[in-house]
């Protein structure tokens, strides 16, 4: 299976940026199908979904930060950009694997990193 691990994250005054990178590393790899997005949990809530990418290269983002984040894709590395951090942002951000393809829905991800926190405060 693929492994994913995440970086990046830390502690920011809102309307900072902060750049997140996710690494994918064998035995597994990721198909031309599979969909990988970027998602967060913020503590007492459930996992969201905040962004994605198909291999073809198209990007998908959730309201909520559209317009803010942006991801992107180098080879086998994942990245996301995240512009005009809000309090509201605070949160540990997961890179995952849609092995069925296009989803917004935390659970048709799998292959999860340990995740990085990002805590942005006022």
């Known amino acids: 299976q693929v492994q994913l691990v995440e970086s990046g994250g830390g502690s920011v005054q809102a309307g900072s940026s902060l750049r997140l990178s996710c690494v994918a590393s064998g035995p597994g790899r990721i198909y031309s199908s599979h969909f990988v997005g970027w998602l967060r949990q913020a503590p007492g809530k459930e996992r969201q979904f905040v962004a994605g990418?198909?291999?073809?290269?198209n990007k998908y983002y959730a309201d909520s930060v559209k317009g803010r984040f942006t991801i992107s894709r180098d080879s086998s590395r994942f990245y996301l950009q995240m512009d005009a951090l809000k309090v509201e942002d605070t949160a540990t951000y997961y890179c995952?694997?849609?092995?069925?393809?296009?989803?917004?829905?935390?659970?048709?991800?799998?292959?999860w990193g340990p995740g990085t926190q990002v805590t942005v405060s006022s």
């Open positions: 990418i198909r291999m073809s290269g």
């Open positions: 995952a694997v849609a092995r069925r393809g296009y989803s917004t829905n935390p659970r048709d991800f799998s292959n």
